[in-house]
């Protein structure tokens, strides 16, 4: 009897939440067309960066956001701007990262995703190829459609590290890496570009030219010592690099001392909470919680600045905690700009195509960047002198 009595509460508690999701969906679609012409947004800030690209159907945030942060670092250095190819430092990325899966005896998560690091990493170790080049499109659509391939791959590694004949051959990763190649293309072993051929790594050497070592990683968690190396503890960290973790106010100080100084700097955050307005291109924290919110403030919510909630170190916490913060998606922070009232957002360039209300790019309030923030990628000369002094 209890068991139906708690069956029925679930179900009332999951169509009240649907119902609540329906309502938010429809005010934010018909509070669309007012957003934008409600927010006045000036430009601070407005660094050089390339063009908008759409990841498709595909978990390679990671990747577009990554490579797009390397060519604005190109462009700093006064650079000429490189389309690199994202699906080339995907696909060698799945190739690292099914070497741990198998080592891990497949206790590690298996999918499209990564961290800004991974693109780093690969980069070191991979080398880059242009686009033209490289487009991972092999297998017939005009963009990105990651999931049979996906699928074929983790049951491949599935089968391999359920193997029940004992110690495994080497003949594992060919036959991996030959599922890649037939689902994304080959990778040539050298190419021409513009009348000189290269290979991987003489193209990110001689044309891409930044330097892997020149980066580094911060979040904030108040469970591990600040200013001390931490394990991301999140699902995409395949690869199990850490961070540096700073207090949360000195992470946003960073990001802004980087942008005052003219660099762009790589982001990981959260975007499945319903005040993260792709549409609208606005990403707020109201002051309530949406289940406190009555109709017409969810109505409302996107039409115009509004006060926010005040984000501390614990708030964050408890968000990572009770997983109302996850590891979504990385985008690209390109500058900085004003409301109306004065208060600063930052300008984030995503990888979803230009169908939204700013062409590809969204506003984001501070308040929102320390709250669902799970990494930033930054180059070590946009960091200050005293918090480079205080990292151990």
């Excluded at 930044?210 to 200013?227: G, I, K, L, Q, R």
């Excluded at 004065?342 to 308040?367: F, H, I, Q, T």
């Amino acid at each position: 009897m209890k068991k139906i009595v708690c069956s029925f509460s679930l179900l009332a508690f999951s169509i009240s939440m649907q119902a609540q999701d329906n309502l938010v969906n429809s005010l934010k679609a018909n509070a669309s067309d007012s957003s934008k012409a409600k927010f006045k947004f000036t430009e601070v800030i407005n660094l050089e960066n390339s063009p908008v690209k759409n990841q498709g159907s595909s978990g390679t945030c990671w990747s577009y956001s990554g490579n797009s942060f390397l060519e604005s670092e190109m462009m700093k250095s006064g650079k000429e701007f490189v389309d690199i190819s994202e699906i080339y430092t995907a696909r060698c990325a799945y190739i690292e990262r099914a070497k741990n899966y198998v080592r891990m005896h497949g206790n590690i998560g298996w999918g499209d995703g990564a961290e800004l690091h991974d693109v780093v990493s690969i980069y070191k170790k991979y080398g880059a190829v242009p686009y033209e080049v490289y487009t991972g499109l092999n297998y017939g659509t005009p963009k990105n459609k990651f999931g049979e391939m996906q699928a074929a791959l983790e049951g491949f590694l599935k089968g391999i590290v359920e193997n029940k004949n004992g110690r495994l051959t080497k003949n594992w990763l060919p036959a991996f890496t030959a599922a890649l190649d037939s689902y994304l293309g080959q990778v040539p072993q050298s190419f021409t570009w513009k009348g000189k051929k290269y290979t991987p790594q003489s193209f990110a050497d001689e044309v891409v030219g930044v330097d892997a070592d020149n980066y580094m990683e911060f979040s904030s968690f108040t469970y591990a010592p600040f200013y001390e190396p931490t394990l991301l503890m999140v699902p995409d960290n395949w690869s199990l690099q850490s961070v540096y973790n700073l207090p949360l106010n000195e992470m946003t100080d960073m990001v802004d001392n980087a942008l005052d100084k003219g660099y762009t700097v790589a982001w990981a955050t959260d975007v499945s909470e319903k005040y993260f307005s792709w549409k609208n291109g606005v990403a707020i924290v109201p002051e309530k919680e949406l289940e406190d919110m009555n109709a017409d403030e969810l109505k409302t919510m996107f039409d115009g600045p509004k006060t926010e909630r005040t984000i501390t170190p614990d708030t964050r916490e408890d968000a990572f905690d009770n997983y109302t913060t996850t590891d979504d998606h990385g985008m690209h922070i390109v500058g900085l700009a004003t409301d109306q009232n004065g208060k600063e957002y930052y300008m984030v360039k995503n990888s979803w195509g230009d169908a939204n209300d700013y062409k590809g790019y969204l506003y984001v309030s501070k308040a929102f960047f320390k709250y669902k923030t799970t990494a930033v990628l930054v180059n070590k000369k946009a960091i200050s002198a005293t918090t480079m002094r205080q990292l151990k």
